[in-house]
């Protein structure tokens, strides 16, 4: 199985500053057909999870700009440009490469 | 609008038997493979199962957790999931999402249904 690994696991921001979560799985997440399947979900206290980012960068509809993917192979990171307070929650990165599909432990986002 | 509203969920003896529901709409439900990923109280996301589109053959995959034990299914004139769970466990309280698949990731719209294993 692919693990998923997350840091931090806690994450104080401040409101209006940029913030970043790191993953990292145990194996590439590159497909043969040359997509990353690498996904980002944030969920907001007592909320289903919702999906943000797919196929490493692109993201989902309805999801803001200040939200972006990026990395290679087997490190990816989350950046938020700008906190809003809307963005408090727990941050799961997920691989789809292959079953069965794995979720990072999850990172969670306060206000300092 | 995509909807998918999650039911079916309760309290059940340790070794019974539960059968939750998906009801989707507001896309082609049968162009889509579909997942179930559930959340034990206080914890991270954990994927089921999944069951692929008319296209791939319906194809079924399971987590190791529960291969055996649970069963999914889809009605696609129906634009139905299902996940019958027999011989459950205590370790199988957790809340249940229905999701379809975008690009080797999820999409959840319900709140899910909880699913209870206690004596």
């Known amino acids: 199985d692919i693990v998923m690994t997350q840091t931090p696991l806690s994450s104080p921001v401040t409101l209006g500053q940029p913030a970043s979560i790191s993953c990292r799985s145990s194996?590439?997440?590159?497909?043969?057909?040359?997509?990353?399947?690498l996904s980002w979900l944030q969920q907001r206290p007592g909320q289903p999870p919702r999906l943000l980012i797919y196929?490493?960068?692109n993201r989902f509809s309805g999801v803001p700009d200040r939200f972006s993917g990026s990395g290679a192979g087997t490190d990816f990171t989350l950046q938020i440009s700008r906190v809003e307070p809307e963005d408090v929650g727990v941050y799961y990165c997920m691989q789809g490469l292959q079953a069965p599909f794995t979720f990072g432990p999850g990172t969670k986002v306060e206000i300092k | 609008e995509v909807q998918l509203v999650e039911s079916g969920g309760g309290l059940v003896q340790p070794g019974g038997s539960l059968r939750l529901s998906c009801a989707a709409s507001?896309?082609?439900?049968?162009?889509?493979?579909m997942a179930w990923v559930r959340q034990a109280p206080g914890k991270g996301l954990e994927w089921v199962c999944r069951?692929?589109?008319?296209?791939?053959?319906?194809?079924?995959e399971y987590a190791a957790s529960v291969k055996g034990r649970f069963i999914v299914s889809r009605d696609d004139s129906e634009n139905s999931l299902c996940l019958q769970m027999n011989s459950l466990k205590a370790e199988d309280t957790a809340m249940y999402f229905c999701g379809r698949e975008v690009s080797g990731s999820f999409d959840f719209r319900g709140q899910g249904t909880l699913v209870t294993v206690s004596s």
């Open positions: 196929n490493l960068s």
């Open positions: 069951i692929r589109n008319k296209i791939n053959s319906h194809t079924i």
């Open positions: 507001g896309f082609i439900f049968s162009d889509h493979h």
């Open positions: 194996q590439s997440l590159v497909h043969s057909n040359g997509y990353t399947y």
